[in-house]
């Protein structure tokens, strides 16, 4: 039988409507944080070549900039970025479109899997709107294109022939977009598995076109940027290693609290997916998604992490509308149902709705000129506690520093840090800074200069209810003479 076609006119109209919708919180429902800071900058790292760069995410031990050997992901928001400067609304755009690709590709795949339109269109809007993926696309991180290439991939597996090919580019591109791709791992294998299950005459060539075109994908991707990719690759062993000690060092108690709290973001999603995994059928997607739980805890216990055992969840409960499988069927049109009704009040309406309260104070563009005038520009040395002026750094051509390994652990008093920002002409605090801040960047003979926004930033509010950090403020500058 002909496989269906890829569904481009439900695409594109859920496409249009959720752009036309989300744009006008795109830089005003999360400010600008910590991830998307960290995927711009290895961008720029990447695209600025051999030369020496000074680098906001500095490392303190080799003191050069972090990189990451996912390129793809970096390159794309960092380009995304400089058509759309200042402002960072190119990267959240981008994000977005990675959520839509997902949405298309997960539906298609449903498809291929036998699941009837209605209900393949139904689980993917879910995915699309999912709360737990909700900060990821608003905030700029490439989760969304992740998933999208896992379920091009496996369209591509399970159509076969020369499509077999493309799946193993797409799983090449996802590994290369953001690192967490490597949790998929046990649903490729399943996959390439089932295709063998259902055509024995499938033979090897199949599984030679997927690492052939995984292979081809890596090679063109990374051979441009080579250097920077066995620097990533360096760097991410680094950062394996800090966040395991983080992680022992939350203890275990904590970290099943974290899962815990992460799940409750999606809690309908869980419990049925958790059902449908306890299923017999599911044995393998079981034991693949405790591979995946396993990766979770060895490395770090956090939301976006954790985000990532999501299509995990997703797959078992569309394994509940294959053909054949139509069982409990007021239960499944419940919990897809509900499914959609968390999605709708939490990403749809609440997070939309409090990223439209206050938006002109919440804009990073507003940021601008007060730093301008506090600080000034051109190849100013600027340590900032936090990234908010990250972007604002790019506009007003400073050289700006964060740090990396020096923020965790002993941070400021180490030894290592402070020779790094000895090196600085200016530091900013969101806030004033504690006692031993202080201590260190008076031994330094940084002066206090002025406080800018004084009066601090601005809370999302939802129906006369403020919750959340500030925005943005107050900062106190501090100068080296």
């Not at 968390?342 to 609440?350: I, L, N, S």
């Not at 997070?351 to 520009?377: F, H, M, V």
């Not at 020779?419 to 806030?431: H, P």
Request: with cysteine; glycine share 10%.
């Amino acid at each position: 039988m002909e496989p269906p076609a890829f569904p481009w006119r439900i695409w594109c109209a859920t496409a249009l409507l959720t752009l036309v919708f989300f744009s006008s919180t795109l830089t005003t429902a999360v400010p600008v944080w910590l991830d998307e800071s960290y995927i711009v900058e290895y961008g720029r790292v990447t695209l600025a070549g051999q030369p020496p760069v000074f680098g906001f995410h500095q490392r303190s031990d080799s003191q050069r900039p972090v990189y990451t050997y996912s390129v793809l992901g970096a390159i794309l928001q960092e380009i995304a970025f400089r058509i759309t400067a200042p402002s960072n609304v190119g990267p959240r755009v981008i994000a977005l479109l990675g959520q839509l690709a997902a949405f298309g590709w997960f539906l298609y795949y449903l498809r291929l899997r036998g699941v009837r339109t209605n209900v393949s269109f139904l689980l993917a809007m879910a995915l699309l709107i999912d709360p737990l993926c909700d900060i990821g696309w608003r905030g700029g991180r490439v989760d969304g294109w992740v998933f999208a290439f896992l379920f091009a991939s496996l369209c591509g597996i399970r159509k076969g022939g020369s499509g077999a090919f493309l799946g193993g580019v797409a799983a090449a591109a996802g590994l290369l977009t953001w690192p967490s791709f490597a949790m998929f791992a046990p649903v490729i294998l399943l996959e390439l598995w089932e295709g063998f299950k259902q055509k024995r005459n499938w033979s090897v060539m199949p599984v030679c076109g997927f690492a052939a075109g995984g292979a081809l994908a890596a090679v063109a991707i990374i051979l441009p940027f080579r250097q920077e990719f066995l620097y990533g690759l360096a760097d991410a062993n680094f950062l394996t290693a800090m966040q395991s000690r983080m992680n022992r060092g939350d203890g275990l108690q904590n970290q099943f609290q974290f899962l815990l709290l992460s799940f409750a973001q999606t809690p309908v999603v869980v419990l049925a997916g958790f059902w449908a995994l306890a299923l017999k059928r599911n044995r393998w997607l079981l034991a693949g998604f405790i591979v995946a739980l396993v990766f979770v805890f060895a490395t770090k216990v956090y939301r976006l992490r954790i985000l990532y055992l999501l299509p995990y969840f997703y797959l078992a409960v569309a394994s509940l509308f294959t053909e054949g499988q139509l069982h409990w069927r007021r239960a499944q049109a419940w919990a897809i149902g509900l499914m959609l009704f968390a999605g709708t009040a939490f990403t749809v309406a609440g997070t939309t709705l409090s990223g439209l309260s206050n938006r002109s104070q919440k804009d990073p563009l507003a940021l601008i000129e007060p730093a301008r005038s506090a600080i000034g520009d051109g190849r100013l040395r600027v340590y900032m506690q936090e990234p908010d002026f990250y972007f604002v750094g790019r506009t007003l051509g400073w050289q700006q520093f964060y740090c990396f390994d020096g923020c965790w652990g002993p941070g400021i008093s180490t030894p290592t840090f402070q020779s790094l920002l000895a090196t600085m002409d200016f530091a900013i605090f969101r806030g004033e800074p504690d006692p031993v801040a202080r201590g260190v960047i008076d031994k330094l003979g940084f002066r206090f200069v002025s406080v800018m926004l004084p009066d601090g930033g601005h809370q999302n509010t939802l129906f006369g209810w403020s919750y959340g950090p500030r925005s943005y403020g107050p900062y106190f500058i501090y100068r080296r003479p």
